[in-house]
């Protein structure tokens, strides 16, 4: 049982070779080719989510058949591997966090707000950001930038990696919920402010609900915005300044 925990542990098609081979050698399907089948493997997931993924499901997607998928890839757990790395390769405007006259604050917030778009625009990724090793080409490069930008706010070495910790897990977890409400909203047909008004008066009608909405109505006025985007950017924003100001803090506190 243990030797089985080391195994899981350890596995990824990052580190095991698999990650640049481009087919099994002769025989393998003509029009087929590992930048193909991961950008299929992402159209699908960003369509059906990650429940309804297989790979027969791809292969029909691209016009062939399973065993053929497999002449690139060992197992589903490696294509959803890469298809999570591919994601992070749309993070293509990462500030330098060698330039000496950029505010560390603003290539931070700028880190966080690209990670918030993508686990919204890619609602599968976080889970599987939360079960992969996640040490892909792409992925490490956000990491190594991220690590770089809070290393030079100035705060001690130790105290690095829970800043690092404060801010992108807060952004994952604020990023998820958001994600799963759009896919949720989505599978409404109504627009995300429909199904909020919506969800608003069943809940202020409902009897073990009402009391909090009401106690929650001049909060909610109070953050203010339009629409549901506008207030959950508010939100996120506020909460970002709140993060960006605790680091300040520590700083001075030396």
Sequence with gaps: ?????????????????????????????????????????????????????????????????????????????????????????????????????????EQLRALATQYRELLVRHPWLSPLAGRCLNIGPNSVVFSR?????????????????GAISAVFQFVYGYGTIEGHFFARVADTGLSPDEYF????????????????????????????GDTVEEMMSRDFTFALDLLVAGIEAMVRRG
């Design 145 to 161: 930038t991220v690590q770089r930008v809070v290393l030079r706010t100035g705060l001690p070495a130790h105290g690095i990696t």
């Design 1 to 105: 049982m243990a030797d089985t925990a080391r195994g899981a542990a350890h596995h990824s098609v990052w580190l095991e070779g698999k990650a640049r081979r481009r087919g099994r050698g002769g025989g393998q399907p003509s029009g087929l080719d590992r930048d193909r089948i991961t950008e299929a493997t992402v159209r699908l997931l960003d369509a059906e989510g990650l429940a309804k993924f297989s790979m027969r499901r791809l292969a029909a997607e691209l016009n062939v058949t399973a065993m053929s998928v497999y002449w690139y890839v060992d197992t589903k757990d490696d294509l959803l591997e890469l298809a999570l790395d591919a994601a992070f390769g749309e993070l293509t405007e990462l500030p330098d966090p060698a330039d000496e006259d950029a505010d560390w604050r």
């Design 197 to 224: 008004r919506q969800a608003m008066t069943a809940t202020a009608g409902a009897p073990r609900t009402a009391e909090i909405i009401e106690e929650s109505k001049n909060l909610m006025a109070a953050r203010g």
